[in-house]
């Protein structure tokens, strides 16, 4: 009798081992189960193809794989010493965890709390201090729209409605994509900010500039695809400046908000102002021209300017693009081409890498729509990682390394490499250009190399 009970609790110990915890994500309503032990949080969401994003490639550097703990927080592995320092500065409460930072021990719902990359600069907001401002050098970015009032009373509301949200959101990622922040929408104004949390001079005037270059090429993309079909045209100008301003979360203690005040805030605003007279697209102060070096931009017409308010005149140049060609800048501003059917792009290549390599089929299990979502999602995610270098490259190796965890082999990255610039190809059709093609194939020709090289993350 006892030998019988000895074997019935050895056989459910076994049971209880065997049984992988399960991890419930409460806003897509999917459960999933840990497929190895220990894992992590992140581990197992890569592991069921959930997209979570993980910007530092799950090396606590970052925060974007945060997660809300709805149940199951005694299920998890206590914080880590630098998941401890994150939370100390963004003041986190205890229900908030860094996935790629805890070792799942049982069952757990969670809620992924960064959804998309374009959510990603907001959270520089956390590190600004609360009831006070701060000095800090940044770049200020003022975009308007022409004949705002003109346009208005030639459109129903619905209408404008619309377009004037598709102008905030096409106009809005280019500022995103280059670690700025969208500060405020005034009427028909977006106010971008670079540098809220430091960085160099020669960063952030370089992450506003492609930023103001990519809003231009972005109206052209919504004037081409979206808006022939209302009869408009929209046009912008664009101011942009560098300078010593106050930045804090000001206001009531009840309604505190993140507030940028300074003469270098008025002084773009005037800069934007002055575009209409000067017919020009987009101006730049000398200050921006100094803060890169010699030769990085191409300017046209230079104009000496009285900004009202002032007594001394100031030195306005035109910005027409980079010197040469600045492959970020491609990237970003084909994006929305590549992937304006994200799915269709999915299943294009994937059917291309089963034709030529049928080999591949093996290593991909049955859930292909998965595949595909992830597919996408990484494929923009990178783009919108590519003006934070530092953290492109560990979240690189750290895909390199999973993959080569799913049997994948140096050999199939140049294949692989190569159909992605096919299948990119198409999807650009008319809009192909040979120096869109080469940046293409630049930014793969980087990205391969850090996922075949990952042996080498510190
Ligand atoms: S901190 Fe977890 S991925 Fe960066």
Redesign the pocket.
């Known amino acids: 009798m006892i030998h019988k009970q000895s074997q019935l609790q050895s056989r459910l110990n076994t049971r209880r081992h065997r049984k992988r915890a399960s991890v419930m994500y409460s806003s897509i309503n999917q459960s999933v189960r840990a497929k190895s032990k220990p894992s992590t949080l992140?581990d197992i969401s890569m592991e069921n193809q959930i997209p979570h994003?993980?910007?530092?490639?799950?090396?606590?550097?970052?925060?974007?794989?945060?997660v809300r703990i709805i149940e199951g927080h005694r299920n998890l592995s206590p914080r880590t010493a630098v998941e401890k320092n994150?939370a100390h500065v963004r003041k986190w409460d205890p229900s908030i965890r860094?996935?790629?930072?805890c070792t799942v021990h049982g069952d757990v719902e969670v809620q992924r709390l960064v959804w998309s990359s374009a959510e990603v600069n907001k959270l520089q907001l956390e590190t600004i201090p609360e009831g006070e401002a701060e000095e800090r050098n940044i770049v200020i970015l003022f975009c308007d729209l022409r004949n705002f009032t003109r346009i208005t009373s030639e459109n129903m509301v619905f209408d404008m409605a619309h377009m004037l949200n598709r102008f905030y959101t096409v106009l809005g990622d280019p500022i995103l994509m280059n670690n700025g922040i969208i500060y405020q929408y005034v009427g028909d104004e977006i106010v971008g900010i670079f540098g809220t949390c430091g960085g160099s001079r020669e960063k952030n005037t370089m992450d506003a500039v492609r930023a103001a270059l990519g809003m231009q090429y972005a109206i052209e993309r919504l004037n081409h695809f979206e808006l022939q079909a209302f009869g408009t045209k929209f046009r912008i100008g664009i101011g942009l400046n560098y300078g010593r301003a106050f930045v804090g979360h000001l206001g009531h203690p009840k309604h505190r908000q993140f507030t940028v005040v300074g003469d270098p805030v008025n002084v773009a605003s005037r800069i934007q102002g002055c575009t209409k007279e000067t017919q020009s697209k987009t101006l730049i102060s000398k200050s921006i021209l100094e803060g890169l070096p010699d030769g990085t931009l191409e300017i046209g017409r230079t104009f000496t300017k009285l900004l009202a308010g002032k007594t001394m005149p100031i030195e306005l140049h035109e910005l027409k693009d980079f010197a040469g060609v600045d492959i970020n800048l491609q990237l970003q501003s084909s994006l929305d081409y590549v992937l304006k059917n994200e799915l269709g792009f999915a299943q294009r290549f994937y059917k291309k890498v089963f034709e030529r390599a049928p080999g591949l089929r093996s290593l991909f299990r049955d859930d292909m729509s998965g595949q595909e979502r992830l597919l996408t999602h990484m494929l923009g995610g990178i783009v919108y990682s590519l003006s934070r270098p530092e953290?492109l490259k560990?979240?690189l190796r750290t895909l390199g390394k999973s993959h080569e965890k799913y049997g994948v082999k140096p050999e199939h990255y140049p294949l692989v490499k190569q159909l992605l610039i096919e299948t990119i190809k198409e999807e650009l059709g008319d809009f192909h250009t040979e120096k869109l093609s080469e940046a293409w194939l630049q930014a793969l020709d980087f990205v391969t190399s850090e996922m075949m090289n990952w042996q080498s993350a510190k």
């Open positions: 992140l994003l993980h910007e530092c490639g799950g090396n606590g550097r970052c925060t974007t794989c945060r994150t860094l996935a790629c930072q953290y560990m979240g």
